[in-house]
């Protein structure tokens, strides 16, 4: 009987090993998309550590569970990568090297791409634009070169772009400044050229361009900015673009070619409280409007450069309570006015530069010292500074007055104008 039922056994045996081997392969098959894990390991082909950083040393291809076992890997419930950060961002990490691979255009579930500070070289992958469900891009601080593609135009949900500290070249894409997400552009500290594109209709909030080679004139811009930055460019002509920006907090347009007067508007919005215009050729005078001392919108951590320009006139008493002012290197004259005497002896303002102007006076308080947290300097104007020449820069010189014929000329010259 036993030899009867020995087919059975050997049956029941051959199940049972199937059944274990099913289950044993799903168990052991990755839990990630097979299409995904493919450009992870393009990703690490392309890319090393550079020798200090271990950002790859988790990257095991033999791993159950990429998704939660990889660093810099966000998966969905469906397995498939929606985050992507390549480097730590530590700071006792070197980053990475090598370039960025066209198969990241396969992680078709991407929302975020970070890339952070490396030595990564090459373009960016235009193929980038086929990933229609990005909202940040972030390849900031390496070596990365060529255009900014045009096919990110096609990103619809895009709100973050930062590729700023690369050596990125040619114009900005005008598609760019259209996409209708777009919150957050930051392109500083590269290589760009050409004109700023003439429609930005994207509702930015956020847009850095500074250290580039951009040139032409302010576009109109979003009214929706908050921070706006195009320092240390080749950009000319007038300031007016800026009047409809009410909800600036932040505004640097230093180290440019801008003209013309400066829009009184800059001084009367409540919200913006660093104004950088200095280096420029602005000319005109300062708004003579009284403020409310009720409504001042400047105070603690405030600060206003308007220096090296060309501005005349008198000081106003616009911004008086301004803790750090930069008016020096102008053609003002007059008496500085009380407010910003009282400003300074108060300790409300800590920084005071009006070296290198016409100005003719400086109303001391009487019986009150200088507070030791002050830095003022009346330098190389045509006074003789009773206080003002100690906490002065190394920049002003050692001339505590200017010479006598340039006052007279000059203000032969202002009375005539």
Same mark, same amino acid.
């Given at each position: 009987m036993a030899h009867h039922h020995q087919p059975h056994y050997f049956l029941l045996f051959v199940l049972l090993f199937s059944v274990n081997a099913v289950v044993l392969s799903f168990q052991y098959r990755p839990k990630i998309s097979a299409v995904d894990l493919a450009v992870l390991s393009a990703i690490k082909d392309s890319l090393t550590d550079i020798p200090g950083s271990r950002f790859f040393s988790t990257w095991d291809f033999t791993?159950?569970?990429? @998704?939660?076992?990889?660093?810099?890997? *966000? @998966?969905?419930?469906?397995?498939?990568?929606?985050?992507?950060?390549?480097?730590?961002?530590?700071? !006792? #990490?070197?980053?990475?090297?090598?370039?960025? &691979?066209?198969?990241?255009?396969?992680?078709?579930?991407?929302? $975020?791409?970070?890339?952070?500070?490396?030595?990564?070289?090459?373009?960016?992958?235009?193929?980038?634009? $086929?990933?229609?469900?990005? /909202?940040?891009?972030?390849? *900031?601080?390496? /070596?990365?070169?060529?255009?900014?593609?045009?096919?990110?135009?096609?990103?619809? %949900?895009?709100? *973050?772009?930062?590729?700023?500290?690369?050596q990125l070249t040619w114009s900005i894409? #005008?598609?760019?400044?259209?996409?209708?997400?777009?919150?957050?552009? =930051?392109? &500083?500290?590269?290589?760009?050229?050409?004109?700023?594109? /003439?429609?930005?209709?994207? $509702?930015?909030?956020?847009? !850095?361009?500074?250290?580039?080679?951009?040139?032409? $004139?302010?576009? /109109?811009?979003?009214?929706?900015?908050? %921070?706006?930055?195009?320092?240390?460019?080749?950009?000319?002509?007038?300031?007016?673009?800026?009047?409809?920006?009410?909800?600036?907090? %932040?505004?640097?347009?230093?180290?440019?070619?801008?003209?013309?007067? =400066?829009?009184?508007?800059?001084?009367?919005?409540?919200?913006?409280? &660093?104004l950088f215009l200095q280096r420029n050729n602005l000319s005109g005078g300062l708004p003579s409007i009284k403020m409310d001392p009720t409504i001042q919108s400047y105070g603690e951590g405030s600060i206003v450069d308007l220096s090296h320009?060309?501005?005349?006139? +008198?000081?106003?008493?616009?911004?008086?309570?301004?803790? *750090?002012?930069?008016?020096?290197?102008?053609?003002?004259?007059?008496?500085?006015? +009380?407010? %910003?005497?009282?400003?300074?002896y108060g300790g409300t303002t800590k920084t005071l530069y009006l070296q290198h102007n016409y100005l003719s006076g400086f109303p001391l308080p009487q019986g009150l010292a200088l507070p030791d947290t002050v830095s003022l300097c009346l330098s190389y104007n045509c006074m003789v500074p009773l206080v003002g020449i100690s906490t002065c820069p190394a920049s002003a010189g050692r001339q505590p007055s200017r010479p006598e014929s340039q006052c007279s000329v000059f203000s032969h010259h202002s009375s005539m104008d």
């Open positions: 791993a159950l569970d990429p @998704c939660s076992s990889f660093t810099g890997v *966000t @998966c969905s419930f469906n397995n498939r990568v929606t985050v992507l950060s390549l480097g730590t961002g530590l700071s !006792d #990490s070197p980053g990475l090297a090598g370039s960025l &691979s066209p198969a990241l255009s396969n992680l078709t579930e991407l929302t $975020q791409l970070v890339l952070f500070p490396g030595l990564v070289t090459g373009p960016i992958p235009p193929q980038l634009g $086929q990933l229609t469900r990005l /909202r940040v891009i972030s390849l *900031t601080n390496n /070596r990365l070169t060529g255009p900014i593609p045009t096919s990110f135009y096609t990103l619809p %949900y895009l709100h *973050t772009l930062d590729l700023s500290s690369n894409p #005008s598609g760019l400044t259209k996409l209708p997400s777009l919150k957050v552009l =930051i392109l &500083s500290s590269n290589e760009l050229t050409g004109e700023l594109p /003439r429609t930005v209709s994207a $509702q930015l909030l956020h847009l !850095d361009l500074k250290k580039n080679n951009i040139s032409g $004139q302010l576009p /109109r811009l979003p009214s929706t900015l908050r %921070y706006l930055s195009v320092s240390m460019n080749s950009m000319w002509g007038p300031l007016n673009g800026l009047e409809s920006l009410s909800e600036l907090v %932040y505004l640097d347009v230093s180290m440019n070619k801008f003209s013309g007067p =400066i829009p009184t508007s800059l001084f009367l919005n409540p919200t913006l409280t &660093s320009n060309f501005i005349t006139g +008198e000081i106003t008493p616009l911004l008086a309570g301004v803790e *750090t002012l930069f008016l020096n290197n102008n053609h003002l004259i007059g008496s500085v006015p +009380e407010e %910003y005497v009282k400003s300074v």
